[in-house]
């Protein structure tokens, strides 16, 4: 009798066990994931000026995103010394009200034709002591430049990278990190003689400039995340994580190997960005986050 309650009680477990595991996986997994909040721009809307401020209002989307199971955000609403709208300290109770953490903010400045020729960017950087400011009052940890047009020549391509190291150093005076985000285009040769990508990272101080490297476009401009990785090691504290629609679904990027090799990398923090849909955003963006909770070489936190 003894016997037959045991083996009752084993098939029960294996029948209970599957249902308890997978309501573990939707609600109780916890990892450090944020997004970029471009992801969800179709819902905040557009902005309309200084005073118009954004369209919508965002803080019902920031509160989804926080029961999805994000963690934190990137910004990409950045104007007039606001955020979407909000002063640096509405933006940061704003967000951490929704249950999510301030992180860090995509915003940049381009150099006028007569700085780039001379070298002198005093009054560009007069503009970053103001963003600066704005991005330390709303609790920033980064800020990041997400583009830069191929450069016409090395040289240009020189005087922006003394001016990255320039926005870093202040970045750094003021408790925040600075970094480039890349695109494609930066895999391409500058007058047929330096890769942009590399040329930018060896011309770049790493006490005061990071690479929020984009893994998807790191593939679309034919090259491996891992061997950058390998050739600059410590060089990525951040890292975009996106495919060509949801997260995992085209098969293009090796998110395994990525994050396998995540130490060697130096990655502190990772953040989902979701350019297209097959779906509505919501369950677009869900699904990509599924996709990490679910994928066992995703650590919890890259920060520890």
Not at 135 to 152: N, R, S
Request: proline share 2%; glycine share 6%; hydrophobic share 35%.
């Amino acid at each position: 009798m003894k016997n037959k309650f045991y083996l009752l009680a084993l098939l029960a477990s294996l029948i209970i066990l599957p249902h308890t595991l997978q309501a573990q996986k939707k609600g109780e997994i916890k990892k450090d994931i944020a997004i970029q909040l471009y992801s969800v721009r179709d819902r905040i809307g557009s902005y309309v000026g200084q005073t118009g401020g954004y369209q919508n209002d965002y803080t019902a989307i920031l509160k989804e995103l926080a029961q999805m199971g994000y963690t934190s955000v990137e910004a990409a609403g950045y104007n007039d010394g606001k955020f979407y709208g909000r002063t640096p300290q509405e933006f940061k109770k704003d967000v951490e009200a929704a249950g999510l953490k301030v992180l860090s903010s995509h915003c940049t400045k381009s150099l006028t034709h007569e700085e780039l020729v001379s070298g002198d960017f005093t009054e560009s950087l007069k503009w970053w002591d103001t963003a600066i400011k704005a991005h330390k009052e709303a609790g920033m940890t980064y800020i990041v430049t997400p583009w830069l047009d191929v450069p016409a020549t090395v040289k240009d391509l020189k005087t922006y990278c003394d001016y990255y190291n320039e926005i870093g150093k202040r970045c750094k005076a003021n408790g925040l990190k600075y970094g480039y985000h890349n695109h494609a285009h930066e895999f391409q040769k500058v007058e047929d003689e330096v890769v942009m990508m590399d040329y930018m990272i060896e011309n770049t101080n790493p006490e005061y400039v990071f690479i929020e490297m984009d893994v998807y476009w790191v593939v679309i401009g034919k090259n491996s995340p891992v061997d950058y990785f390998k050739k600059y090691p410590g060089r990525f504290s951040v890292l975009h994580i996106k495919d060509h629609r949801e997260i995992g679904q085209s098969g293009m990027v090796g998110f395994d190997a990525i994050f396998k090799n995540a130490e060697i990398a130096g990655v502190k923090h990772i953040v989902v960005e979701v350019e297209k849909y097959s779906t509505t955003i919501e369950e677009s963006i869900k699904t990509s986050l599924d996709y990490l909770l679910d994928a066992q070489f995703v650590k919890a936190s890259y920060s520890k």
